[in-house]
């Protein structure tokens, strides 16, 4: 494995580390203070859009997508992409800038894999142009929704259109003002295979029957303007052309969206981790308690050391991941996106746990990004798939796997 950045890469590291410097950390407090406002809810920060033009303009847009569409998207690899999205995880909302925040991120995969060419020019291309945004609608809140093939939403054929019944929540992104897609995922085919009885189905935001049932805070914060929130879909109407890939094809399409979806999270993680260590070296260094630097206490050190040491090594378990994808495709990658699932945003949460320490009180406030780090972290850890659903899969492959071995 060759991990050197290509001459590209390091073009492209270059232009948004500038970008970056020129224009979103010097906008974080007045997007955060934005926000903050009650009145704001569930509305775009009016600076957005001016950084978007811009970003596109340089050609820092639809950086993660690994399909060549010319001025829209550089085709870059997942080994390329990973560096550009640490940098752009230092900020939590600096993703939607270059058109690289989640979910849209992975529903453009799906469209751009599974979709057809209707689905495409009437989705695809406004998400990628950055004019709509989107959400995914998996999880349920009657279901155990770890386990995907619980999930109980139907969606059943009714001459010329799919009837979607049932109730999601925790969908990132519906409350956007932008929102106008959402993927869905039902139970079409009851009496199939376990794995073959779910469908993915496009549903406009505006359809009929569907309908907010509350908005949902995480760990205290409400995430606007995408924010999550709970679903009804009562009799949700929607055309059969809108169904991707097939019946029953569900999880296919699925694994296709979560393999790429769960490396960005940690590929974000790595970047919030790694400025939660800068900050922490930053402040021990210019902190004086009992007549002597915070950084001249042996446990500080430590500490300091310790976190540098476990984002190198979650950040070359990304890296092999990525390459893994690349090489074999997301199902070859299997274990090495699983691994790093787990490894990555733990390791994001115990580094940002200390440089909370290391800050005292002011760690815990959001006068620095490491607090809300260190919430979104926690969170990640559940996303697309919590710790011990991805722990024992990669245990029940690696006992396959070795236990298939001769002993020596």
Not at 128 to 133: C, L
Not at 199 to 210: A, C, E, F, K, N
């Amino acid at each position: 494995m060759n991990f050197e950045p290509t001459a590209r890469m390091r073009e492209l590291v270059a232009r948004l580390e500038a970008f970056m410097d020129a224009h979103i950390y010097p906008a974080e407090k007045e997007e955060q203070d934005w926000h903050a406002d009650p009145a704001n809810i569930w509305q775009e920060w009016p600076g957005l859009e001016a950084l978007k033009e811009k970003a596109r303009a340089e050609g820092l847009w639809n950086l993660f997508l690994p399909h060549d569409y010319g001025a829209l998207s550089p085709g870059l690899s997942n080994l390329e992409y990973a560096p550009l999205a640490e940098i752009m995880g230092r900020v939590p909302w600096s993703p939607e800038v270059f058109n690289c925040s989640a979910p849209d991120t992975g529903n453009m995969e799906v469209l751009a894999r599974f979709g057809t060419a209707a689905q495409q020019e009437r989705w695809l291309k406004p998400l990628m142009d950055g004019t709509i945004r989107s959400a995914y609608a998996m999880t349920e809140p009657d279901v155990a929704s770890s386990d995907a093939t619980n999930i109980s939403t139907t969606i059943l054929p009714d001459g010329d259109d799919y009837v979607v019944n049932g109730r999601k929540w925790w969908i990132s992104g519906v409350m956007h003002p932008r929102c106008e897609l959402l993927l869905v995922m039902g139970r079409t085919l009851p009496d199939n295979p376990r794995h073959q009885q779910h469908s993915i189905l496009l549903v406009p935001r505006d359809t009929p029957g569907l309908s907010v049932v509350r908005t949902m805070t995480v760990l205290g914060r409400n995430h606007s303007p995408g924010g999550e929130a709970e679903l009804l879909f009562d009799n949700v109407r929607v055309p059969k052309e809108n169904l991707i890939l097939g019946e029953g094809r569900g999880f296919e399409v699925a694994q296709g969206r979560l393999g790429p979806g769960r490396i960005h999270h940690c590929m974000r993680s790595i970047g919030q981790a790694q400025r939660a260590l800068e900050y922490m070296a930053r402040r021990v260094e210019s902190r004086v308690a009992f007549g002597r630097k915070l950084s001249e206490q042996s446990s500080i050190r430590q500490d300091v050391a310790k976190s540098f040491c476990e984002i190198e090594m979650a950040r070359l378990l990304t890296l092999k991941a990525a390459d893994a994808m690349d090489r074999l495709g997301n199902k070859g990658a299997l274990d090495l996106i699983a691994a790093i699932k787990v490894v990555a945003p733990q390791m994001a949460q115990t580094v940002c746990d200390r440089a909370i320490q290391a800050h005292g009180a002011m760690g815990v406030s959001d006068d620095t990004p490491i607090a809300f780090a260190l919430a979104t972290n926690r969170f990640v850890r559940i996303a697309d798939g919590p710790d011990e659903v991805h722990m024992s899969q990669l245990g029940k492959l690696k006992i396959a796997e070795y236990g298939a071995l001769p002993p020596r």
